[in-house]
């Protein structure tokens, strides 16, 4: 909580007033200077586009080079809520964002937990365990489409060997099964970064907290529940935000690894308004997807920020 | 804070009224023109878009492009490639951009962009004698109402590739597999004797390798895409018993389950790797079984013409491509001299065991025969019968619909009518 104090503005002779103005007007247009590229970056590159996708949605573009592109209001938007497809997509991509982000958060504030420990080669656990979010979500979804494979992925060689399953399994050979192992390529690479999101947040509670609630005879448990989670929902909520907005974007991953198959079973929204805007090039109607899907991400966020913030170390 | 300059609310909704002001179309809703192209001067730096997959090699591509750098010093050509699966909207995004002056099209994919103005209509540009010295079956390639839209390039067709040892293993006679019913026989022959586990390898990941390889087995069964007035007719008759076949197939164990996450370089691999023995795919996968490199079945593997349904019928889905030349290509003369030049005899017949010239005096000329003699008498038979996918102008909306419900039915979670029921309806409205 900060505090501010109002300054009174300082009494200035005359003669002395017009330097301060002068540097203040430099200092002005120095400011404006350095910040036209973040503008140019901010309203060139995400704004116009925004704006411009708005406008695209009420018209009927069938072609990345239009002749004529009618006019049609809300025709786009009808489409997608009358279509079953979409809204099999939506609770697709509800399902795999609602299990990733939740298996990100339990793994991470497990894997968090333990490199918060007094251990001796600290340093090593964090190096190798931030490796798999280092690692370009493409090739992530290229190694797993390798790991996987039916014939000769490593899974199945490993599960063999180590007599878990009888024979070869194809993982990616069922919608629902293809769906959660894109839900487990996606945890794989993620949670790192969820752990050390957590683990700056962990570094930030005193210890003297810890040690008086032990004198106070409370439990691990009891400890984890009282004192880490609510002194942690500052860095839960930041990252249950990013996570979800990101889970809910979800594309490389899907195209590198599935393709949308099999039979649409991991076909997500993203990669739903992708087919629809370029590949079948309905730019009108993608671009009202596209409208839709920011729509629920700020739904989902206001939810998140809303329930996170009964408690007084809330973001808001 | 100084009352004079602009709140930080003021200077937000000064800057989206900015963007907005900007966005609201001069000329076009999307901020884009179609891009104007030009013949230019018949010389210059080419971009060349190729596939890396099936058909051509990279190898042959680069040699080809070498070669017509020696003969032609002052163009020159920057070949890029990439999957099959990832050409059709390469293609589309890169046709605004106007980045590629000679692209590599499907036979399938002629309606849409002709219609979308995406590749340049070069009938003009056609020689009067290609007519008689191009096999009529490669002529309608690229063609889309009346007009020219491509030069063929890589005449293809599924055909039937057995492992001649194993069938020898298994007792069973390679005449038989002249019919589906015979493979069928020899498939379980070869599993209850235990020469291998899944006797058949297809590729039926959710792509169009799906639609391709139904589009046989639709043509072998008597079925048909369209009937006359160009409604869909995939869910009666042969179109309905072919899905029904295939999907037996998987539950009497003689296909490879994991088929359905298979392309066609998952079935090389599994032929290649003596995991099945028997499967179709394109031109250029018997060479790949005999490259000592990959394979482990190098000299076993036979190819005959794909086999005949209960009628008796026996067409080979029609995977010809075309090079096409971009619609706002600004250097339309250079890139027809390359697309003329990698397509001529001379050229094509070099590299005739990866796919199948185009031209009619390549399939007497013996040097020519010789270089792949299994595979051209197999053509021979099959390049006279083929079934093509519709040629319509939204095929790839269509092919997804259908390529979804297929997969549904191969994995049971339908009827294979209620599958091709719900695929005719779904994709009804899109053919509009």
């Given amino acids: 909580m900060t505090v501010t104090t109002r300054l009174e503005r300082p009494v200035i002779p005359p003669d002395a007033r017009r330097p301060v103005r002068r540097r203040r007007g430099r200092q002005g247009r120095l400011a404006a200077v350095l910040l036209l590229p973040a503008a140019v970056v901010v309203f060139g590159v995400v704004l116009y586009p925004v704006v411009r996708t708005g406008i695209v949605s009420f018209f009927e573009v069938n072609s990345a080079t239009p002749v004529t592109t009618p006019f049609v209001g809300l025709r786009n938007y009808h489409d997608i809520v009358d279509n079953h497809e979409f809204w099999a997509t939506l609770e697709r991509t509800l399902y795999f964002t609602i299990v990733s982000t939740g298996l990100e958060l339990s793994l991470g504030m497990g894997l968090a937990l333990l490199l918060n420990a007094p251990l001796r080669a600290r340093w090593v656990f964090r190096a190798i365990v931030i490796l798999p979010w280092a690692l370009p979500t493409v090739v992530n979804g290229a190694m797993w489409r390798g790991v996987l494979n039916a014939q000769y992925g490593s899974l199945n060689a490993a599960l063999t060997q180590l007599h878990i399953i009888g024979s070869y399994h194809s993982w990616l050979g069922s919608p629902w099964g293809a769906l959660n192992m894109v839900i487990l390529a996606d945890v794989w690479k993620t949670t790192p970064l969820v752990a050390f999101f957590l683990l700056t947040g962990l570094q930030s509670i005193p210890a003297e907290i810890y040690e008086s609630a032990r004198v106070d005879g409370a439990g691990v448990v009891r400890m984890f529940r009282s004192i880490t989670v609510p002194l942690l929902i500052p860095s839960i909520s930041i990252v249950l935000i990013l996570r979800t907005i990101d889970a809910f974007k979800v594309f490389d991953l899907v195209y590198v690894l599935t393709r949308g198959g099999p039979a649409n079973g991991t076909q997500t929204i993203a990669y739903f308004t992708y087919v629809q805007a370029f590949s079948d090039q309905r730019f009108g109607y993608g671009s009202a997807l596209a409208d839709v899907i920011v729509a629920c991400i700020l739904v989902l966020s206001a939810v998140y920020l809303r329930a996170l913030r009964r408690t007084e170390m809330s973001l808001l | ?333 250079a890139a027809w001299k390359l697309v003329d030049f990698i397509s001529s005899e001379q050229q094509l017949d070099q590299y005739a065991k990866d796919a199948l010239p185009i031209w009619k005096k390549s399939y007497d000329t013996p040097s020519v025969v010789q270089s792949a003699p299994a595979t051209f008498a197999a053509a021979a038979k099959q390049l006279d019968d083929l079934i093509l996918r519709p040629q319509i102008a939204n095929y790839n909306g269509i092919s997804q619909v259908i390529q979804v419900e297929l997969q549904k039915a191969l994995l049971g979670k339908k009827s294979a009518q209620a599958a091709l029921d719900d695929a005719v309806k779904t994709a009804t409205p899109l053919m509009a």
């Fill in chain 2, 1 to 333: 804070m100084n009352s004079l300059s602009p709140t930080r609310r003021q200077v937000l909704v000064g800057g989206l009224a900015a963007g907005a002001a900007l966005a609201l179309p001069a000329c076009s809703v999307t901020g884009t023109k179609a891009k104007k192209g030009g013949n230019g001067s018949g010389t210059g730096t080419l971009q060349a878009l190729f596939m890396q997959q099936a058909g051509y090699s990279t190898k042959d591509v680069t040699a080809m492009v070498n070669a017509f750098h020696s003969a032609n010093a002052d163009i020159k050509v920057t070949p890029t490639f990439v999957t099959y699966e990832a050409l059709h909207d390469k293609i589309v995004s890169a046709a605004v951009a106007g980045t590629y002056d000679v692209v590599l099209i499907d036979v399938i994919w002629p309606a849409e962009f002709a219609s979308k103005s995406i590749v340049a209509d070069i009938t003009s540009r056609y020689p009067a004698d290609w007519t008689s010295t191009m096999l009529g079956g490669a002529l309608a390639t690229a063609e889309y109402q009346d007009k020219q839209y491509g030069v063929p390039w890589g005449m293809d067709t599924k055909f039937f590739y057995y492992n001649k040892t194993m069938l020898a293993k298994a007792g069973v006679d390679a005449a038989s597999l002249d019919t589906w019913e015979g493979v069928l026989t020899a498939a379980r022959a070869l599993k209850s004797k235990g020469v291998i586990k899944y006797p058949l390898s297809w590729s039926w990941s959710q792509a169009e390798a799906l639609i391709c390889d139904y589009t046989q087995l639709l043509g072998a069964f008597g079925g048909t895409f369209l009937d006359g007035s160009g409604k869909l007719t995939i869910n009666q008759g042969g179109g309905v018993d072919a899905l029904k076949w295939m999907r037996q197939t998987i539950v009497d164990g003689l296909t490879n389950p994991a088929s359905t996450t298979f392309l066609e370089a998952e079935v090389e691999k599994t032929l290649n790797n003596g995991q099945a023995a028997m499967g179709i795919n394109w031109t250029y996968y018997l060479g790949t079984s005999n490259d000592s490199s990959g394979s482990k079945v190098v000299g076993q593997m036979a190819v005959q013409q794909t086999p005949s349904g209960p009628g008796g019928k026996r067409p080979g889905c029609n995977g010809a491509m075309a090079l096409s030349i971009a619609q706002g290509s600004k250097n339309q003369d």
